[in-house]
């Protein structure tokens, strides 16, 4: 039993999740800040590579390297942070493959704060921005480590003027690193002129030797070559005149990035980065809701906009993703759950806002390191998986009475869209099935269209096509075929500002051909060219076309 109270309970709550170009060492970062958290222990390289990084998640690699025994999209840590209290850490795994996918967006809507890796000698890369785009359409507040300073880095400070002009975002640099590579000297925070140095593998060693305490700069000259130690003495009075100290208002409100260096692989700057987390990153923000009975609710009041604040008192959240086969030996399907507010206990009734339906959460999971354990309480902030035989999807909100539902969970306009088949005829009803479940998922996207018995399948990157293709063999037994489909875009439908439902019916009649249901039974159209959208956004002014869908 917690002695604290729901408000202090979610105020010592970090949840958070990892950005990253692919290669900028997010796994390898994930595992030191685990490391660093105690979470585990003796640090392993993280070596799988090859197809199998392709597949799967980046915390499967590490679970085979290390032997952890879960493969979550949550690790959940408890660590003191320099002022004694003990906070929660919740950190999510974001895919790491190149394909761009839906995925990575909705976990972000679980997280409160995002770290955002570059490689000191890359900078910033396009998938480094894409994922900060993601980031700023949310207000997530981000905390840069530039890593890698191990190896031979860019100049420092047009690694800062980088993040300025690319991201419009002011970078407050907390620490600055003495050189890089093998000159890397160590590194100095610009508030306190803290040295810290830095401890070179000593050849022949199998471990790091560790880094030496940290003293003031003005005493460090030890560290140092001729020189050297006057140059950085110099450049930190260049920084701490040049740019911005750090403001947490400007960086909570996602004007301002703090700045932080090291290197994952050596554990350097991790222990700081972990306190910066601690001490910086939001505790759960408020979040938008409407007060709203379910549907088909006879004689229903109309919604009611609420904001739910964590501290209140009904268990209120979302389900950001839902997970299959974290168990072989059970084809069970976990959703994971973020809570907004209240405190949970196991084996609390929830309620489904948008079926009406209610479920007994009588197995929750808490995803640690180590093991995953049956979660007795929970509280904003926290992340429970909860096993379900598909009452459960993504988008959904559950709260004690039902009736609280979050908007922000979008559906992505999937820039691939391709017709499947299965190649045994008689397996047809087989394939809706499965085809439900994995859209339910948020595996791909199905588009059923309103003529012809085709099914749509649509995804973000190409990468979804091969993890379902794989997943229809692997458990459903079915062996499908994917091909080219006559459409390149599809963009769901309502009537535009003003307009009515007629004018969306209007629209639909012309283009029945082109239309299709999601799996919502919301209308979608299918274009066959991005000219055919324009063309058709013109051409019907009342109705709006638009790519992306918010669910819940
Ligand atoms: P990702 O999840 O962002 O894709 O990156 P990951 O951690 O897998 O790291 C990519 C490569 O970069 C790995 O090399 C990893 O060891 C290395 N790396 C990560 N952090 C650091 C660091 O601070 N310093 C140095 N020097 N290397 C780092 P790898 O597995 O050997 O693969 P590769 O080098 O053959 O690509």
Same mark, same amino acid.
């Given at each position: ?139 997530? %507040?981000?905390?840069?480590? &530039? ?5 031979? =880095?860019?100049? @420092?400070? /047009? $690694?800062?003027?980088?993040? #300025? ?31 810290? %140095?830095?401890?070179?593998? &000593? ?5 790091? =030797?560790?880094? @030496?305490? /940290? $003293?003031?700069?003005?005493? #460090? ?54 306190? #910066? ?276």
């Amino acid at each position: 039993m917690s002695k604290l109270s729901l408000d202090q309970e979610a105020a010592r709550r970090r949840t958070f999740a990892i950005i990253a170009h692919p290669d900028a060492g997010k796994t390898t970062l994930t595992e030191h800040i685990l490391l660093a958290g105690g979470a585990i222990r003796a640090a392993g390289a993280v070596r799988a590579r090859g197809e199998n990084r392709r597949t799967q998640s980046d915390w499967m690699k590490i679970e085979k390297e290390r032997g952890i025994s879960v493969s979550a999209s949550v690790m959940t840590f408890e660590h003191a942070g320099a002022d004694g209290v003990a906070k929660m850490f919740n950190l999510l795994d974001t895919p790491g493959h190149e394909d761009f996918s839906e995925d990575t967006y909705r976990t972000l809507t679980a997280a409160d704060c995002a770290i955002m890796v570059l490689d000191a000698a890359k900078g910033i890369e396009p998938q480094t921005l894409k994922l900060f785009e993601v980031c700023r359409l949310r207000d997530i %507040p981000i905390i840069t480590f &530039i890593n890698k300073l191990d190896r031979e =880095a860019q100049d @420092p400070m /047009a $690694l800062l003027d980088e993040i #300025a002009s690319k991201l419009q975002l002011d970078p407050a640099p907390i620490w600055w690193p003495a050189q890089s590579g093998n000159r890397l000297r160590g590194m100095v925070e610009m508030g306190t002129g803290t040295f810290q %140095p830095y401890a070179r593998k &000593i050849p022949g060693a199998t471990e790091d =030797a560790g880094h @030496p305490e /940290a $003293l003031p700069l003005a005493e #460090a000259e030890r560290y140092f070559e001729p020189g050297e130690h006057q140059e950085l003495l110099d450049a930190a009075e260049l920084v701490t005149g040049g740019y911005p100290a750090f403001d947490r208002q400007a960086f909570l409100e996602g004007h301002m990035t703090p700045v932080l260096w090291g290197s994952a692989l050596r554990h350097f700057g991790i222990d700081e980065l972990l306190a #910066a987390i601690g001490e910086w990153a939001p505790p759960p923000k408020t979040m938008k809701a409407k007060k709203e009975a379910p549907p088909e609710t006879r004689n229903a009041p109309a919604p009611v906009d609420l904001v739910v604040d964590p501290g209140s008192a009904e268990v209120t959240g979302f389900v950001f993703k839902v997970q299959a086969n974290m168990d072989p030996n059970h084809r069970d399907r976990i959703a994971m759950f973020r809570m907004a507010s209240g405190s949970f206990k196991r084996g609390m009734k929830l309620k489904v806002q948008n079926t009406g339906k209610q479920l007994s959460v009588n197995a929750p999971i808490m995803f640690f390191a180590s093991d995953r354990e049956l979660a007795e309480d929970a509280f904003a902030g926290d992340v429970i998986g909860i096993p379900n035989h598909g009452v459960l999807r993504v988008g959904d909100s559950l709260s004690e009475s039902g009736m609280i539902r979050f908007a922000g969970l979008p559906n992505f306009a999937p820039e691939i869209l391709q017709r499947v088949r299965v190649k045994d005829p008689l397996k047809a009803k087989h394939l809706k099935k499965a085809l439900d479940g994995l859209a339910e998922e948020g595996v791909t996207q199905l588009f059923r269209p309103e003529m012809g018995s085709d099914f749509i399948v649509g995804a973000v990157g190409q990468l979804q096509f091969e993890v379902m293709a794989d997943r229809l063999g692997e458990e459903y037994g079915l062996d499908v075929i994917f091909e080219p489909s006559p459409f390149a875009e599809a963009r769901w439908i309502m009537p535009a500002p003003g307009a009515g439902p007629a004018d969306v019916e209007d629209f639909m009649s012309k283009y029945r051909g082109q239309m299709a249901r999601d799996l919502d039974q919301d209308p979608v159209f299918l274009a066959k060219s991005s000219w055919e959208t324009g063309y058709a956004t013109e051409r019907f002014p009342k109705v709006a076309f638009t790519r992306t869908k918010e669910r819940g």
